[in-house]
């Protein structure tokens, strides 16, 4: 089925392509005019100068001042009509690039928004829904302690759950609005060990190895690297489904930077989709096809902060599969 846009855009390429070619016919019509006007305007002069008797033979003609000014002015008015053909064909190619930029772009915004509203929808929902049911079973069941226990949990993962997304939805807002942060010397260590325990009590199953050699201390705001490790995590996590959910952090310093790194033995991220994974609402595959959810703004506003801090971020692969995130931060 051709929707609206694909519409506009044939109708589009369709005026365009008859643009040119018009506008090729006239060129090759004007060039021909000019060459004609030139023959006529040098066959009048070839009879006024046989009239006046000047005229000896072709060579002696050409080379005669009043050809050659004709000569001249028609060469002149040559270039004029190549030059004008060209000038309006490059800002023809300009317009259209630039026209398409902004087609595909808005393409693009469109899918994005599409996919945020659909998953912010089940990301809110979910939990919310969970937590409701959690609170009805309590209100109509006497429970023991385990149950209790196994309910308050579950609730608690799902209060994680909305906390974690109204920050990410408050960080994105702040990183588009002159985001300023203000960076203080923090040791890593502490805050890696901080979030490892937080996402442990979310997770119980999940393994997560980190084995620090000495105090690595870097220029950070805390708050905001907290969420680059919890949406890094998180993300580990999430995208190891099936596999064995292994997780490294390590830390490494060099010159410059200390390298904060988040491994996983998860799906991986193929080379194409790198890039594209920072940018905001993005998710890899399609709404329909993914069995993760998520808002596709936790790694946009990963490379936002770690941007903000002067800092890089980088993803490599794993062998045999997943993925490393590298986080450079401005060491102290
Ligand atoms: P979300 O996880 O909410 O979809 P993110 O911005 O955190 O959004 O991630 C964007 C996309 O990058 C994800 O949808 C997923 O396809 C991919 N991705 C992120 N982290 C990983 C990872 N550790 N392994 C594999 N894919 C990942």
Redesign the pocket.
């Known amino acids: 089925m051709i929707t609206a846009g694909r519409k506009i855009r044939l109708l589009t390429i369709f005026i365009i392509a008859y643009l040119l070619m018009a506008f090729a016919w006239w060129s090759v019509l004007l060039y021909t005019k000019n060459k004609d006007a030139f023959e006529a305007k040098a066959e009048l002069l070839r009879i006024g100068m046989v009239a006046e008797g000047i005229y000896q033979n072709e060579t002696n003609f050409q080379q005669s001042a009043a050809y050659q000014e004709l000569n001249q002015k028609y060469t002149r008015q040559e270039w004029m009509i190549l030059g004008e053909a060209s000038l309006f064909i490059l800002s023809l190619v300009i317009g259209i690039w630039l026209m398409n930029r902004g087609f595909v772009k808005e393409i693009d915004v469109a899918r994005q928004q599409r996919n945020f509203l659909l998953?912010i929808t089940h990301?809110l929902k979910s939990p919310i829904a969970g937590i409701k049911l959690v609170l009805e079973t309590f209100k109509k069941r006497a429970l023991n302690e385990d149950q209790t226990r196994q309910l308050t949990h579950n609730a608690l993962q799902d209060t994680e759950r909305l906390n974690t997304l109204v920050n990410?939805l408050l960080m994105a807002a702040r990183i588009e609005d002159a985001y300023e942060i203000s960076l203080e010397p923090h040791n890593l260590n502490e805050l890696v060990e901080q979030v490892i325990s937080e996402i442990r009590q979310r997770n119980p199953a999940v393994e997560i190895n980190f084995k620090p050699e000495k105090d690595y201390l870097a220029f950070i705001e805390v708050g905001a690297i907290h969420i680059v490790l919890i949406?890094?995590l998180?993300?580990?996590i999430?995208?190891?489904q099936g596999e064995i959910k292994n997780i490294e952090i390590s830390l490494q310093q060099n010159d410059q930077f200390i390298d904060l790194c988040?491994s996983?033995h998860?799906?991986?991220?193929p080379d194409n989709?790198k890039e594209?994974?920072?940018?905001k609402?993005?998710?890899?595959?399609s709404e329909d096809t993914?069995s993760?959810?998520?808002?596709?703004?936790?790694?946009?506003?990963?490379k936002g902060i770690v941007e903000a801090h002067k800092g890089k971020i980088k993803?490599e692969d794993r062998i045999p599969n997943?993925?490393r995130?590298v986080v450079s931060l401005l060491k102290v």
């Open positions: 998953s990301e990410n949406n890094l998180e993300n580990a999430k995208y190891s988040v996983d998860g799906i991986g991220i989709e594209n994974v920072f940018m609402f993005y998710r890899v595959g993914r993760t959810k998520g808002t596709g703004l936790g790694l946009y506003i990963v993803i997943g993925s995130f």
